[in-house]
C-alpha cells in the first residue's frame, strides 16, 4: 500500500480513523436480513441491485470496508472476496467473521490495483467504496479486467445532482441551486479535510464505461421513503424525497 497514491494513503487513513462508530455500523450490516443501500438504508427488496442468481457466484467487492455485504453474500452461496485498503476496515470485519462463524478471503489493496486474476469474478461490486473514493479512470478499467465476460458491474454512490448542490463548507447540506459546474466533474477536495472523493457526470460515466467493454443495463436513483433519517449532513430527507441524493450503476461486460 505504500506506493499507492496520497490520496488513497490519506482516504485510507481516514477510515481507520472511524473505528468506533465503524464496529456499530459493522454489526448492523452483519445481522442484516438483507442488504439494505446507501445513506437512508433502502432495502435490497426494494432496489433490485444484485442478480438473482448468487449462488456460487464469484464476487469482489471493491471497498469492503467491513465487509457486511460480502458475508450477506456468502450465506447466499455466493463466493465473495472482500478488497479494502484500510487495514482497520479489514481488523473489523476479521473480528465479525470469528464471532460469526464466516469465512472469506479479505485482502489489503485498493480498487484502482487488485492483485487478482483476470476474468475471475462473474460479479464485481461497490458500495461507497472504490465508487466514491478511487479514481473512476483507474478502477473502472480495473473492474473490466477482473470480470468475466457476461458478468456484471454494480456500483452506488453519490449522485451527480447532489455533488452539484453541495456546499463547500462541512456539515452544511444541499442546497436547492446549483453551486458549482457540472463540466468537469472528477476530483472532489474539500477545506479542512484530506481525504478526497471522485464523481462523474452523467455523460461522463456512460462514455467511461462504454470505453471499457461495459453495456450499460440501468441507472437506480434511489429515493428514501417518507420519514427516513440518516445520520449524515450532508443531505436532509427532504432534499432527496424531491431529488435523487444517491444513484446506482448496474453494466454488463461484454
Not at 31 to 44: C, L, Q, S
Not at 156 to 172: A, I, V
Amino acid at each position: 500500500m505504500a506506493d499507492s497514491p496520497e490520496y488513497l494513503r490519506n482516504n485510507a487513513a481516514a477510515w481507520d480513523a472511524r473505528g468506533a462508530d465503524q464496529l456499530v455500523a459493522a454489526r448492523r450490516g452483519w445481522t442484516a436480513t438483507e442488504p439494505v443501500w446507501g445513506i437512508y438504508g433502502i432495502p435490497e427488496s426494494e432496489v433490485h441491485l444484485l442478480p438473482e442468481a448468487l449462488d456460487g457466484a464469484r464476487v469482489a467487492e471493491l471497498g469492503c470496508g467491513t465487509a457486511y455485504l460480502s458475508a450477506w453474500l456468502a450465506r447466499q452461496g455466493a463466493i465473495p472476496i472482500g478488497i479494502d485498503p484500510a487495514a482497520g476496515q479489514l481488523a473489523i470485519a476479521r473480528k465479525f467473521q470469528e464471532e460469526f462463524g464466516l469465512s472469506f478471503p479479505l485482502v489489503r489493496a485498493n480498487g484502482e490495483d487488485v492483485s487478482l486474476a483476470s476474468s475471475a469474478f462473474d460479479i464485481v461490486i461497490s458500495e461507497y467504496g472504490a465508487s466514491i473514493w478511487a479514481d473512476p479512470f483507474r478502477w473502472i478499467p480495473e473492474a473490466s479486467r477482473l470480470l468475466r465476460p457476461g458478468g456484471e458491474l454494480v456500483f452506488l454512490g453519490n449522485s451527480t445532482l447532489l455533488m452539484l448542490c453541495m456546499p463547500d463548507e462541512e456539515g452544511l447540506p444541499a442546497t436547492n441551486e446549483l453551486r458549482r459546474p457540472q463540466f468537469g466533474m472528477h476530483r472532489f477536495e474539500w477545506p479542512d479535510d484530506t481525504t478526497v472523493d471522485f464523481h462523474l457526470g452523467h455523460g461522463d460515466w456512460i462514455h467511461l464505461l462504454r470505453a471499457n467493454g461495459f453495456e450499460i443495463l440501468e441507472l437506480i436513483e434511489l429515493r428514501p421513503p417518507e420519514g427516513a433519517e440518516s445520520r449524515y449532513p450532508f443531505v436532509d430527507t427532504a432534499w432527496a424525497r424531491r431529488w435523487p441524493c444517491e444513484e446506482a450503476w448496474r453494466a454488463r461486460r461484454t
